[in-house]
């Protein structure tokens, strides 16, 4: 009977007899009652296509690792062709033990990001390692008595097991840690490599102490307030001598190649904000202003007194001078003025920040501009003189020019100390120059006003250099200079568990390096029971290890006992995965000529100034120097590289979890005191209160985490990957909820059910209807249909809505991501198509069959062990869909969208803003133009009957109307006729 009533009405047909279209469909539905019952476990899922995959890349792709080593790279035998390449990369994890829902959203995305690229054809690296040196390693082994190895070792275990669960294409043949001889043989390599083009010193400074790490910190690892940005503690400052990296030399590099990062917004402007704030260019002045002194012979001449400002051009609206504490011109005065010594007790004694100074009564300033002569007439004036308590003795030379008009903190000690004085504005923000009356400080750039004499009127920006020129050619009290926040790299640490630093201290040759030959300086092994009790670094008395020869004069020596930064070892890795194995070079120019720089980055944007200043740095100092012709080729497109490392960076959001409180005591509670009986309403156990309920970043103090390892078991990598990418933008925070992923799990059974049942009737009919030609079939079938009423057939319509959907989602899905940032979109873009391919009972099997394998395509990156068993029910021949000797699998558009635009669409008519009929159209083809689009569905309209009966009269033309107001998609037009038209 089947094969009759198939013989009958093939799958393509669109117009059937009543009895035969009913029962093709009756049979359809038996078949999808039956193979929906079919239960999906989406744990055992991942299980089975882990193993496979597994097995697949075994066998495509020998692993690294049991390659030998030799002096090349072991890289694919196609690798010279870095157009075919991708190399995504997320930042690598320190080993702490535990994977936590940051980590598996980072590396969620840059899974889909590089399963996306696969689909697309691309040879992808998307590798994995571990960032294994660290303080916190070091204090953990002390805590427990162990090594520091043995703790990162058990760590990257247990760490690795959690990523393997999350369905992850990593390329685990080129893992390493940091921590790995192997590894730190070419830091050590690097540090010698820098040094040799001296990019390396060693000085005595005075640096950054923790005094409970016990060890030197960067500039950039303190904060704000002066405090460790590991363990929190108030950095003290200690002289010592120290290895510096002179990141210094490349300032004007790192911060040039950010205009190249902010094109195409390869970079986000935050990031790249980050980057130019820490480096800190300013262009400034240094001004001398003459000092007057009444009185006190005991002073003797004084000097003129300089400050620097970045702010030259509010030179003309100085109103005071004011000078630090702590400046020796303070001093002085205190030795024998006791108001003046007073008032530094006073300052001293004080723990809070006020803005009460001390006018030095004796002694004023002049203003440079007032030695120009009569130019300025308005600059005569001197100026009082304070010592005031918000200028800092270590910022510059201790001394500020007081322009309150344009400085917040001038603006607040001016109110306090000369509450009656005027303010002069020097800039304004009216382009004529005139003074505009305002409340408080105007900080922004603008146009100088008439106090600035012959430059009034001209933009604030633009005067700078010529102001300060005119004072110095006149004057000699002036000096344009450019400084820079930056300061060199100290990297140095006073702790085991890092790389320990090639050099050899020798009595009579001075500090040497470490022999090539004799790479790497490997650590020591240190009993920690022993350590656990002593305070300093455990290498300082492993005698055996310290004590040495010199490599030139053979004497005795002494190693270095200091070990590096571990953010040496994160500003390099990058370029490691692209060779892992070559045991004589960090990374051979083949190697990096295919796979740098890294095509897309991800990670948090916590990292936006250290991590990547440094990586920045080292890619540049490395790679300008070992390979300065190399050129990036990738994306078919050949540039001179400009020697930055990461192309395209993504950061994400991070993973906030959903906190209890009790609202009488504010305390976070633990989840077996929240009654979730009914979780739209959750109670505090033992009450009717009801918690407050907020979303705050995971800790154990706040009860907030989710395990991802047990959510994945309970809930499958598939629909945790989908519900960690659906909740959010990838920028944004992602508020963790747990009953959410309920709709995500629904939408990846419905898409199995719906598999399952076609693929039975395919098996059944032995028509896989592929390959489809849309192009072919519609335009045919808009042949057959000429006839036709424009009542189309149920089946037509639905079948070209299917297939108009399919093609507007691999368009937007396609976008997404690529995009990155819009990959929640992507997921809620899949869930519209699923609905339409099942939802449309009426459209015809070979469409239904065609769009359900492309919807099954674009799933792939996001649920890759789904989408593979669905494809292997729908194309059980064809291989699996992440099969690296198959072809690109990724859809792409086919054409078809101009015919399928003859589907009809509801248009509401208004004229002049009043509904006149509602009539049925073609949706307009997508190539038209605005003005193309209103003739054309003008037209469309004036040939329904509708339009003819209440528009289309010799007085009122609606082809006349002055404006047309189409609606997005043609849901609704308004015409707008001239006065005196009735309708």
Known sequence: MYHAIRKLAGPGCLQLPTPTL???????????????????????????????????RQ?????????????????????????????????????????????????????????????????????????AFGLPAENAAIERGVAPAEWTRANIARMKEQLELMNGS????????????????????????????????RQHAVVNWDPVDKTVLANEQVDSEGRSWRSGAKVEQRPLEQWFFRITEFKEALLRDLDELAKENRWPDRVLAMQKNWLGRTTGARYRFPLILHGQPQLGALEDLEIYTTRPETIFGAQFIAISSSSKLAKDLASFDPKVREYLETLEK?????????????????????????????????????????????????????????DARDFAFWQQNVPSGEIKYVITPNSTGHSTKMDGPYLESGYMTKL??????????????????????????????????LRDWLISRQRYWGTPIPIIHCGSCGPQAVPDDQLPVELPEVDFHWASGRAGNPLEFATDWVNTTCPKCHGTAKRDTDTMDTFVDSSWYYMRFADPRNEDHPVCEAAARTHLPVDVYIGGVEHAI??????????????????????????????????????????????HGKTYLDPDSGRFLKPDEVDMSNPSEPKIVGSEKCPIITYEKMSKSKHNGVDPTTFISKHGADATRAHILFQA?????????????????????????????????????????????????????????????????AQWDDSMTVWRTVQESIISVT?????????????????????????????????????????????????????????????????????????????????????????????????????????????????????????????????????????????????????????????????????????
């Open 22 to 56: 009913i029962a093709r469909r009756s049979l359809f539905a038996l078949h999808t009652r039956c193979y929906a019952t079919a239960h999906l476990n989406l744990p055992k899922l991942d299980e089975k296509w882990r193993q496979r995959w597994t097995e697949n």
């Open 59 to 131: 066998r495509e792709r020998p692993s690294l690792a049991a390659k030998p080593s030799t002096t090349s790279s072991n890289l694919e035998p196609d690798s010279q062709s870095p157009a075919d390449h991708m190399y995504i990369l997320s930042m690598f994890p320190y080993p702490s033990g535990t994977l936590h829902l940051g980590h598996l959203r980072v590396y969620t995305i840059a899974d889909v990001v590089a399963r996306y690229h696969t689909l697309r054809g691309r040879n992808v690296l998307l590798p994995m390692g571990w960032d």
């Open 170 to 201: 990593f390329d685990w043949s080129r893992e390493f840690a940091t921590c790995d001889p192997g590894f730190y043989k070419h830091t050590q390599k690097l540090f010698l490599l820098l040094r040799q083009f001296g990019l390396v010193t």
């Open 350 to 406: 004080s723990t809070e920040q006020n803005m009460q100074g001390y006018r030095i009564p004796y002694i004023q300033a002049h203003n440079p501009i007032s030695r120009i002569g009569s130019e300025f007439p308005m600059q005569t004036e001197p100026l009082p003189v304070f010592i005031a308590p918000y200028v800092g003795g270590d910022y510059e030379t201790g001394a500020v020019m007081g322009v309150p008009a344009h």
């Open 452 to 485: 600035a004499g012959k430059y009034s009127g001209r933009s604030s920006d633009e005067v700078v250099e010529s102001i300060v020129e005119q004072i110095r050619s006149e004057t000699n009290l002036s000096e344009l200079q450019t400084k820079w926040k």
């Open 610 to 655: 250290l991590h990547l200043l440094y990586a920045r740095f080292f890619y540049k100092a490395i790679m300008g120097n070992l390979y300065p012709n190399i050129k990036a080729d990738h994306d078919g497109v050949t540039e001179t590289a400009s020697h930055e490392p990461f192309k395209r960076l993504i950061t994400q959001g991070m993973v």
């Open 729 to 793: 933008p990838v920028a944004e925070v992602l508020n963790w909820d747990d009953n959410k992923i309920a709709g995500v799990s629904r939408w990846l059974r419905r898409v199995y059910d719906h598999v399952h049942a076609l693929a039975a009737t395919v098996q059944m009919t032995g028509d896989s209807s592929m390959p489809f030609d849309a192009k072919e079939y519609f335009a045919r079938k808009k042949e057959d249909s000429i006839d036709m009423t424009k009542e189309r057939t």
């Open 815 to 983: 976008a997404a991501c690529e995009k990155v940032y819009a990959l929640n979109t992507a997921v809620s873009t899949l869930m519209s198509l699923t609905n339409i391919i099942i939802d449309k009972p009426n459209a015809s099997h070979v469409v239904k069959l065609a769009a359900t394998t492309e919807l099954v395509r674009l799933m792939a990156p996001i649920a890759p062990a789904s989408a593979e068993e669905c494809w292997s029910m729908l194309r059980p021949n064809e291989g699996m869909l992440f099969d690296e000797a198959a072809l690109a699998r990724w859809p792409k558009p086919d054409g078809s969208l101009p015919l399928l635009n003859f589907a009809y669409a509801k248009c509401t008519v208004a004229v002049n803003g009043k509904k006149r009929c509602v009539v049925d159209i073609p949706l307009a083809p997508i190539d038209l133009d605005e003005n193309k689009l209103e003739a054309w569905i003008t037209e469309q309209i004036l040939q329904t009957p509708q339009a003819q009966e209440k528009l289309n009269t010799p007085e009122n033309d609606i082809r006349k109307a002055t404006k047309v107001f189409v609606m997005k998609g043609g849901k609704g037009v308004n015409y707008l006729l001239p006065k005196g038209s009735k309708i």
